[in-house]
Each structure stands twice: as structure tokens, then as C-alpha cells.
């Protein structure tokens, strides 16, 4: 008896831990009932119960904290990356276009239909560049938030969540992260 007890904990803590895991079931069950039918179906009873007994000890809920900031912070840097690269294209677009002024203002008249003309070329050739640059730093966002998402998985496969592994597929992230964003919130 001496081993059960070392084992399992005294009875009332036994009580107190399945009363836990069937509150959280009971959550996560009804979580499952927001999402979308071919979701819902990929939560199996076991894996929710599964879920349920992870998240008794309070371990996941400290590894999704650090996921979560990992991920503000990264998203933060992303953001602000975007807003620096905006800024730098303004300024860049408002240089050249105080450049044009000048140049038109010193020009000759018989002259300025072909100052124009070039100057209208340099414009268009800027712009395009911005938007290659842009699309550039959006897919690279985009990328690094995708790995973010691998790293993620990753962590809580390890971590031994069932229900979590590393995909690539949209649904299967979409309803690890429903259940991830409301768990976090209990």
C-alpha cells in the first residue's frame, strides 16, 4: 500500500486531480463545439482527455506563456522591420521628388518635356522597386512566421500535448491554436 501511495498521492489527491481533469475535459469538450465540424472531428475523446490531463499540472500553460511572448516579440520585430522599410521608401519617394522640383524649376523650358520624361521613368523605376522590396519583407514575415508556428508545434510535441505535432497543414494549426488560445485563457 505504501507504493500506491508514493505512486498515486494520498486519496484526496487523487480525488482533487480527477475532478480537475474532468472540469478541464469538460472545457475542452466544450471548446471543440466552436469549431468547425471537420475539426471537431480530429479531436478524438482520447485526445481531449489527453489534453485534459497535460494541462492538470499547470506545465503547458507555462510552456504556451513562453510560446505566446516568444511569439508577441517576434511579431513586434517583424512589425516594426515593416514600418522601418515604409519609412525608408517615404523618405526615398520624397527625395527624389524634391530632386525633380529643383531640377525642373532650374531647367530651360525648351527643355523640360524631356526632363519629364526621365523624371517620370526614374519615378516609375522607384516605385517598382519598393514593391519588389515590399513584397521581399512581407514574404519574408511570412516565412519567419510559419517557422515561428514549426517551433511552436515542435515544443508542444516534445512537450508530450497530445494532439500537437509539427504540420504544415492550415486546418490542423488553425484548431491547435483554437484550443491553445483558449486554454491559455483559463
Not at 163 to 176: A, H, I, L, M, R
Request: with cysteine.
Amino acid at each position: 500500500m505504501a507504493g500506491y501511495r508514493e505512486m498515486y498521492g494520498e486519496p484526496s489527491d487523487i480525488t482533487l486531480q480527477q475532478e480537475r481533469h474532468y472540469y478541464l475535459l469538460s472545457q475542452l469538450q466544450s471548446l471543440v463545439k466552436d469549431l468547425p465540424s471537420s475539426c471537431q472531428q480530429r479531436l478524438s475523446y482520447t485526445i481531449l482527455s489527453d489534453l485534459a490531463l497535460a494541462l492538470i499540472d499547470g506545465t503547458v500553460f507555462e510552456i504556451v506563456q513562453g510560446l505566446l511572448e516568444i511569439q508577441h516579440l517576434t511579431e513586434k520585430n517583424l512589425y516594426n522591420q515593416r514600418i522601418k522599410l515604409h519609412a525608408e521608401h517615404r523618405a526615398l519617394k520624397q527625395d527624389l521628388l524634391k530632386k525633380h522640383k529643383e531640377a525642373q524649376q532650374s531647367c530651360k523650358a525648351h527643355n523640360l518635356p524631356i526632363l519629364k520624361n526621365t523624371q517620370q521613368r526614374e519615378l516609375e523605376a522607384l516605385e517598382q522597386r519598393i514593391r519588389e522590396e515590399q513584397q521581399m519583407m512581407d514574404e519574408k514575415i511570412v516565412l519567419e512566421l510559419d517557422q515561428k508556428v514549426i517551433d511552436q508545434q515542435s515544443t508542444l510535441e516534445k512537450a508530450g500535448v497530445s494532439g500537437f505535432y509539427v504540420t504544415t497543414n492550415p486546418q490542423v494549426s488553425d484548431y491547435s491554436c483554437f484550443i491553445l488560445d483558449k486554454n491559455s485563457c483559463n
